[in-house]
Each structure stands twice: as C-alpha cells, then as structure tokens.
C-alpha cells in the first residue's frame, strides 16, 4: 500500500509536468522579420512585449520564437527594433493554448541613418572641431535616438544653429568607441574628427541620454555614446558612395567592405573616405582630408573573441572668425580674413591641422551565459596643429657700449585689423572733413581687398634678408603631441531574470609636448626668438625679459625649430564604476556610483625671460583630485501606453588641464583657488507610445558649481594699459533648467507628422572671482588694481556675471514637420523651425569694478551707475526661422541596392547670428559711453553667422 501511495503523487506530477509542457509549447509567438527593401533577414532584431520583462532577439535567419509561462495573455503591443532600422510596433491578441505566427514583419531602413551622414559632414567637420566656445553637441549619439522625435530634431535641424540641447557643452558627453572613453584631457571634449569621414563604421551606436543607467560607464548629465566597431558587428557588404555640398567642403567619397563572421571564426572590415574643396560656406576655408580605419577579429570559441581595430584620419582645413557687424555690412557674413591670394591661389593664414592615428585591443570573455567581460587597451599618438602669422620679427642690435636693442617688428597684418575699419577714423567726438576722407578711403581699400597681403611678407622678408636682419613675418605652428595609453575592464552580470550587475575600471596616461615651431619663413633666412614687446623692469633688464629662453637666448630659428614656448603635461586618471539595474513587470529602477583620482604635473622644458628658474623651468606643484558620483533613476510603466522616467545625479569633477595651469605657455603657475567641479541634476519624463503616436514630456533641472574659466585676449583697458591677458574666473555657478516635448502621430501608412520644442534658461547663479596675469603690459595705475603674486584684481576681486545668460546658441527652439515615405522606396520630408533668446557671451572684464575707476584709481567723477547698468546690458540676438528640405530614393538592382539622399537646408536663406562675444579691448565706463555713442563702435561685438543656403546630395551603392 505504501508503494502505492508513494506512486500515486509521482504520477500525478509526471502528468502535471506534461500538461505544462503541453500548455507552453502551445502557446507563444513567433514570426520572421525582413528588411522592407531588401527582403533578406534581420538578425539581431530586439522583439520586446511591452509592459513585461520579455525580450528576445531574432536568430541569423530573423526568426524569433517567445513562450513561457510569464507571457501575458490578452491584448498587447509587441516591438521590433534595431539600430539602423525604424521601429515598429503591433498590437496583438495572446490566446492560452494558441501560438500565434505573424509571419513575416518587415523593417524600412531609418531615414535617420542616412541623416547621420549629412549631421557628419555639416556638424561634425563645420562646428564640432570647432576652436570656439559655442562647440555643437553629441550629434552623432543624438542621431542613434532617433526613435525619439525631440532627439531627432535637436540632432538634425536644430544643431545647425549650435543649439545644445539643456544649454550643456560637449564637454558634459561622454564618447567610448569599444568600450574606450575618447574625451580629451586636455579640455574634456570628444574630438570628432579623430573619427571624421568613418561614417559607414560609426553606424553601430548605444547611446543613454543624461545619467540613465549604461553598462559601459556613469556617463555624464549630457548622455553617452558607445560606438562599437568589433569586426563582427558589422552586416556582411559593401557600400560605395559619393557626397556633393556647399558647406564644409565640396566632394566626398567613401568605400567600405565588411566579411561578416565567417565560418573559420575571422571578420574584418575595412573602409577608406576622402573629403576635399577649396573652401566651404565661408570664404578661403579649405579642406583636405584622408580616412582610413581596418578592424579584424578572431572568434576563437564560444567564450573568446579577440578584436583589433585602427583608424587613422589624417584632415587639413582653414579656419574663420567671428566679425563685426561693420565688417558684415562691408563685406557680408562669408567674409573670412584669414586669407589672400599667393600665385592665384587663395591660402589661409591659419590652417588646423589634426592626425592621431588610435590602435584598440579588445578582448571579449563570455564567462558564463550570464557573467561578461570585455577588457580593452587603446594607444593613441599624432599631433593637433594650429598656425598664424607671427610679426614680431627684429633683429638684435648690441651697442659699443653693449647696450642691447631689438628693432624689427611689424604692423598687425590682419586686414580686419580696427585700425584698417572706417569706425577707427571715425572715433573722434568732432569728426573734420580729413576724418571722413580717411574712413572713405579705408572702406573702399576694405570692400575691394581686405584680403591678406602675402607678397607684402614675402618682399619686406627677402628685403630684410638681402640687409643681413632677420625675417619680420614667419608662420607661427602651435602644435600639442600627444601619447595616450588607455586600458580599461568591463564586467556584466544578470544575476537572475530580475537584476543586472554593471562594473568598470579604467586607467589613462598621457604625455603631452606644447610648443611653437617655424612653419614657414615666407622668404627669409631665420627669425630672432625672443619676445619684441618686452618691457624693463627694475628686476629684469631688457635683454632677459625678450628671452623665451634664458638658456639659449638670443637663437635664431628656422623652419622646423620649436620657440616660443615648450612644455610638456603629464596626466593620469583613474576610475572605478559600479551600477545595478532591477528590471521587473511594471517597474525598472537602478543605482550607480563612480570614484576616481586625476593628477596633472606641467614640466617646463624653457626657461622664460619673466619668469626665471622654477616659476617656469622644470616640474610644477603637482595637481591631485579625488573625485565621486551617485546616480539613480527609475522607469514606472503604468500601462503599455504610459510610461513615467525619473532620473537623479550628484558627482563631482576634477577641473580640466585647459583650466588648471593660468599660463602653462610661459610658466608653473596653478591657478588660485582650484577646485573641482559639482554637478547635480535631475530630469522627469512622462512617455506616450500606441500604435499611431509617440510622445515623450521631459523637465530637466542642473546645476553646476565651482567651475573654472580662463580666457586670453588684448587690451587697453583705461587705467591697466596694453598688453595681452590671461582672465582667470574660479567659482563659477551656473544651471540650467526647462524643458522638452517631442511629438509624432503616424496619421496614415505614408504620412507621418511631427513636433518638438526645447524651451530652457542658462544662466550664471554667482558672482565669480576673477583675477588677471600678465607679462607685457605697458602700465598698471596705481590704485586700480591689487597685485599680488603676480594676480591682478580689481575692487573686491568679482566680476558680476550673476543672472547672465550663458552664451551658447538659442535658448528656445520650435519645430514642426511632416514626412512622407511611399511604398515605392521614395520619401520626402519638410520641417519648419524657430530659434529665439540666443544671447551674447558677456566680458567678465567690463564687469569688474575697474569699470568705474579712472587712471589714477580714483572713482569716475562721470560714473553712474544706472547708466552703467544700461551699457552693459546683455545683447539678446533677434529670433530666426529655417526650413529644411530633405529626401529620397531607393532602387533594387539584382543584387545592388541604389540610392541618393539630399537636403536642402535654410531654404529660405535666412541670415542669423548664432553666437558672438564681446569684446574686451577697452572699456572703462567712459569709453562705454563713447562706444555706445558711436554710429559704428570701434570695437564692436563679434559675431558667429550661421550658414546660408546650404545643399548636400549623397549617392550611394550597397551590395
């Protein structure tokens, strides 16, 4: 009897077994998904069922298959989606017992992947290498959200204006390519054109917006990017294609190839591009570039795989400025005057140049199904150069009594000089009929020529050469040679269905040179290394100050030899992160935390006529920072359809080197009340997603403290004199709040329209500190400025900048759109935008109290304050609208897929300012209320003038 009992439940659990199997295999879903165009599979496809936990991917055939036990009966919405591919979401029926096929589900190829290639060659080659303080955002990443209609239009047609999406830098977007963080050091940005030209390698992007959670990094409040170029993820082809437009340059072709995973376990990719013209929207900005990336990987078993990828990307391009509204109305918003014509041919004085070639390792481990680890190493090595005309050119003169002279020296020979404008003629309270003359004649030398005069170099150097003296003009090289080592370690673990474990730990070490060399002699024989504005002073005689070199002065140098300055920086960082994710049916939530330690250490190889001994030779003060992070957010799904996201942040950041040293070209110093930077931020978002609709509402809220800032520029300045100035602002609070919506509605199978608005405030929220260095001014009033290890500061050492907007494009922009896509494999789309509430980057300078100080330190008996208050008030730039046009054609030819891509942007060839400064030339408050009386100022704001009409048509051919 016992036997019989015991058997009976045995039983009863063999059956109950069964029926269960039973039940699951027959209940499920399953289906084949297809590339529209093409009809061939779709691998790698994320098929998710809203509102659950259950994601799947399709196998390399694109088939899929879901069941279990957890698959919700009912109706709900089921997604597709793949990087390169547009969305789709369906709504279906689960019934127990049933499985349902939806046969075959076909993918249209996003617009947005080609869209990619336009933001490439109008952003990332126009605005985001740019020297400026307005540098664009992370469009690339931007681009690969493009499932989100705000992110899409803040990508493609925002950007153009430099918008930044929630007013933040580049500097707050992280960039890994593999794994590997690419931001420099140096000023904490990606450079984009390290990568320029690869656009058909870059197609394989994750990007996070803000802090949310991201297996690779704590990222940044501005979002992360990871671009993965492993030779295996990229779909067996090739593609061939050429690009014609009007606004970096003029051509470009392109030519990749990848093998896919083969059979023996090897792929490789390979690609090439060349871009090139003559000059871009503005006048004289040549370009000229080369790239070149290969990639080969090993899968060795199903737990091991080896990568290997390299890319070099050598480019070459003329850079523009920023100009007067005079010089505007003399000669329109191309006008560049950094060119001139040498033998008929236009050549720019300053060229930026940049080839770091970058050599990865990675190696991905797959521990156990649910435990990965990626371990990368990267080298990075090449230059970045910039270069101008140096007229400081003399020859050293010794006396019979040995008194020393350095006679020599040149006319400022930028044709846009203030003293070459009509204003500077026009000055004078009581202009005579002399005045006017001059000012007529210097407009018409300007409108006819205002161009560099490259024989007049030439000619003054042969001349000096042939009368035994030095060359007066040379091309100036500024050059940064860099050597990076990177290696970092990526651990993955699901812990169960529930909870995922993310963890790194990297380590950077950089080598830097700075210096100037020779570039170019322009004709002469050799120029004279030292310093022609050098002053005297009761400490240092005349012939020490000139010296860049105290240990070799006097040298004469010729094309290839470094002068001027020369120092190297050594940097390391280091870095650990941590984050866990918790995935459940109507909640997902996470938390993370980074710690890490920066050092920086200048080592100067030069010995600096004003700054003798250590205050400029050998190693600096050793710069340590120790910094951390929290983060947490959270993803409530109400329903299939509503979703709300809530995402927090609180980390700190060590200053970058840009703003650690106050003058590293000259000397050790560090700048005064260093600290690093605190950065909290929160945003909430509230999700709409149907079949028809999808909608995202976000608020964003961050704040920035304790930022530093340092600036260079001329001056005469009353009661300070002339010279050049290094600004140094420490303390610098900022936030930055608003808000986003994007909206599109799918309102029949071909039309689709769309919506999105950005409305936030940027602005300073404390009263910097601020101080000054020198080496060259002419004369320090007594009284007006305290001096104090060589730190000049004014009244209570504050600049003003408080409730200041902060400068970086529009604050509020507006689009609405539409885009048709017929079944035929040809679209078209359209959309309308408006920018307003763009502001000037306002001088800290004018903002000092030595604004109402006269010569002798004394208040201004004309000073007031009210009218002050009126002077500098922030100029706010007028609102503007563009129109974009953009489409499309596809053809299947046997095997080849055929197609172009064009765009038209600013149809209407509006004219807008997007950005501009002011100047700090001169102005104490007197010489605010000449200026402001002025018809035309002398020294005028300086603007940035976005593109005008503007085309670009892409051809290509995949196969």
């Known amino acids: 009897m016992k036997k019989v009992i015991r058997g009976i439940p045995c039983m009863l659990?063999?059956?109950?077994?069964?029926?269960?199997?039973?039940?699951?295999?027959?209940?499920?879903?399953?289906?084949k998904v297809v590339d529209a165009l093409t009809e061939e599979e779709v691998p790698d496809v994320e098929v998710r069922i809203e509102n659950s936990d259950i994601t799947v991917e399709t196998n390399g055939l694109g088939e899929f298959y879901i069941s279990g036990s957890k698959l919700p009966l009912g109706e709900q919405v089921i997604t597709f989606s793949k990087l390169g591919y547009e969305s789709k979401r369906l709504t279906i029926t689960v019934n127990l017992g049933n499985i349902l096929d939806l046969e075959i589900i076909d993918l249209n190829v996003d617009i947005n992947d080609e869209l990619l290639q336009i933001s490439t060659i109008s952003l990332?080659?126009?605005?985001?290498?740019?020297?400026?303080?307005?540098?664009?955002?992370?469009?690339?990443?931007?681009?690969?959200?493009?499932?989100?209609?705000?992110?899409?239009?803040?990508?493609?047609?925002?950007?153009?204006?430099?918008?930044?999406?929630?007013?933040?830098?580049?500097?707050?977007?992280?960039?890994?390519?593999?794994?590997i963080e690419m931001n420099k050091l140096f000023n904490g940005r990606p450079q984009w054109s390290n990568w320029g030209g690869l656009n058909d390698i870059q197609r394989n992007q994750e990007f996070t917006l803000g802090l949310k959670a991201n297996e690779y990094t704590f990222g940044d409040v501005g979002g992360t990017t990871n671009m993965v170029m492993s030779a295996s993820q990229y779909r067996k082809g090739g593609r061939v294609s050429y690009a014609a437009s009007d606004r970096s340059y003029e051509g470009r072709v392109m030519a990749s190839y990848n093998s896919g995973l083969m059979t023996n376990g090897w792929a490789y990719t390979v690609m090439a591009s060349r871009r090139f013209g003559e000059e871009g929207f503005k006048e004289g900005t040549s370009y000229n570039a080369n790239s070149f990336f290969a990639s080969v990987e090993k899968k060795i078993n199903d737990e091991h795989s080896l990568n290997l990828t390299s890319f070099y990307t050598p480019n070459r391009r003329g850079r523009a400025t920023a100009i007067t509204q005079e010089i505007v109305d003399l000669k329109g918003v191309r006008y560049n005057p950094f060119w001139g014509f040498q033998d008929g041919d236009k050549r720019n004085a300053r060229m930026r140049e940049i080839a770091e070639p970058v050599f990865m390792l990675n190696h991905y481990w797959n521990i156990t199904d649910d435990i990965r680890l990626n371990t990368n190493v990267s080298y990075q090595t090449g230059f970045q150069s910039n270069t101008r005309i140096d007229n400081g050119g003399t020859t050293l003169k010794v006396a019979s009594n040995g008194e020393v002279a350095y006679e020599g020296g040149a006319r400022n020979p930028d044709p846009a000089y203030y003293q070459n404008l009509p204003s500077y003629f026009l000055r004078f309270n009581n202009v005579s009929a002399v005045d006017f003359y001059k000012a007529y004649v210097a407009e018409q030398n300007f409108r006819n020529n205002g161009q560099i005069n490259w024989d007049q170099f030439y000619r003054a150097n042969i001349n000096n050469a042939a009368?035994?003296?030095?060359?007066?003009?040379?091309?100036?090289?500024?050059?940064?040679?860099?050597?990076?080592?990177?290696?970092?370690?990526?651990?993955?673990?699901?812990?169960?269905?529930?909870?995922?474990?993310?963890?790194?730990?990297?380590?950077?070490?950089?080598?830097?040179?700075?210096?100037?060399?020779?570039?170019?002699?322009?004709?002469?024989?050799?120029?004279?290394?030292?310093?022609?504005?050098?002053?005297?002073?009761?400490?240092?005689?005349?012939?020490?100050?000139?010296?860049?070199?105290?240990?070799?002065?006097?040298?004469?140098?010729?094309?290839?030899?470094?002068?001027?300055?020369?120092?190297?920086i050594d940097a390391t960082e280091a870095k650990a992160f941590a984050q866990a994710q918790f995935k459940y049916s109507l909640v997902d939530f996470y938390v993370g935390g980074n710690v890490s330690q920066t050092t920086y250490q200048r080592n100067g190889l030069y010995e600096n006529g004003n700054f003798p001994g250590q205050l400029s030779f050998g190693e600096s003060e050793e710069l340590e920072f120790t910094n951390y992070g929290a983060k947490a957010g959270a993803t409530y799904k109400l329903t299939g359809r509503h979703v709300f996201d809530v995402n927090g942040g609180y980390y700190t950041k060590a200053p970058v080197i840009r703003n650690s040293f106050s003058n590293a070209r000259q000397n050790n110093a560090v700048v005064s009340g260093l600290e690093s930077e605190v950065i909290t931020s929160g945003d909430v978002?509230?999700?709409?997603?149907?079949?028809?609709?999808k909608a995202r509402l976000t608020g964003y809220?961050?704040?920035?403290?304790?930022?530093?800032?340092?600036?260079?520029?001329?001056?005469?300045?009353?009661?300070?004199?002339?010279?050049?100035?290094?600004?140094?602002?420490?303390?610098?609070?900022?936030?930055?709040?608003?808000?986003?919506?994007?909206?599109?509605?799918?309102?029949?199978?071909?039309?689709?329209?769309?919506?999105?608005?950005?409305?936030?405030?940027?602005?300073?929220?404390?009263?910097?500190?601020v101080y000054y260095t020198t080496d060259d001014l002419t004369q320090i009033a007594d009284g007006v400025a305290q001096i104090e290890n060589a730190e000049i500061r004014f009244g209570d050492g504050k600049t003003y900048l408080k409730d200041y907007h902060i400068a970086g494009g529009p604050e509020r922009a507006y689009q609405i759109g539409f885009e048709y896509r017929d079944p035929k494999f040809w679209w078209i789309g359209t959309t309308f935008n408006h920018f307003s509430n763009a502001y000037i980057d306002p001088s800290a300078l004018l903002r000092t109290q030595a604004i109402g100080l006269d010569f002798d330190g004394l208040p201004l008996a004309e000073y007031d304050e009210d009218v002050a208050k009126q002077l500098l008030r922030q100029e706010e730039f007028e609102a503007y609208s563009l129109v974009n046009i953009v489409g499309g054609k596809s053809w299947r030819i046997d095997d080849y897929f055929v197609g172009f891509f064009a765009t038209i942007n600013n149809v209407l060839d509006q004219e807008f300012k997007s950005g501009g400064f002011e100047q700090s030339r001169s102005g104490n408050f007197n010489d605010l209320v000449l200026e402001n009386n002025r018809s035309t100022p002398v020294f005028g704001n300086r603007y940035f003038f976005g593109n005008g009409r503007t085309y670009y048509l892409n051809l290509y051919i995949r196969f």
């Open 467 to 568: 009368n035994g003296d030095n060359s007066v003009y040379i091309i100036q090289d500024d050059r940064i040679e860099d050597d990076k080592i990177t290696a970092n370690m990526i651990l993955n673990a699901r812990v169960n269905d529930d909870i995922e474990v993310d963890a790194s730990v990297s380590y950077t070490n950089l080598i830097s040179e700075n210096f100037a060399q020779v570039d170019d002699l322009l004709g002469g024989t050799g120029f004279l290394d030292v310093d022609f504005f050098a002053e005297e002073t009761a400490d240092v005689t005349l012939d020490d100050a000139a010296q860049s070199n105290l240990r070799t002065p006097n040298r004469i140098v010729t094309e290839g030899d470094r002068y001027k300055y020369n120092y190297e």
């Open 13 to 31: 659990w063999v059956l109950l077994l069964c029926s269960f199997l039973g039940w699951s295999q027959q209940t499920g879903i399953k289906g």
């Open 701 to 769: 809220y961050t704040t920035f403290e304790d930022q530093t800032e340092i600036n260079f520029f001329f001056t005469n300045f009353g009661g300070i004199g002339t010279g050049f100035l290094q600004e140094v602002l420490t303390g610098v609070d900022r936030q930055n709040f608003g808000g986003e919506l994007g909206i599109e509605a799918q309102v029949t199978p071909t039309i689709k329209l769309k919506a999105a608005a950005g409305v936030g405030q940027f602005t300073y929220t404390s009263n910097p500190d």
């Open 124 to 179: 990332a080659d126009n605005q985001l290498d740019s020297d400026e303080d307005f540098s664009a955002y992370n469009v690339s990443g931007l681009l690969q959200a493009s499932r989100d209609t705000y992110l899409s239009a803040a990508a493609f047609d925002f950007s153009a204006t430099f918008f930044r999406p929630r007013g933040l830098d580049n500097a707050n977007n992280k960039v890994l390519i593999n794994g």
């Open 685 to 693: 978002s509230y999700i709409y997603r149907s079949p028809l609709v």
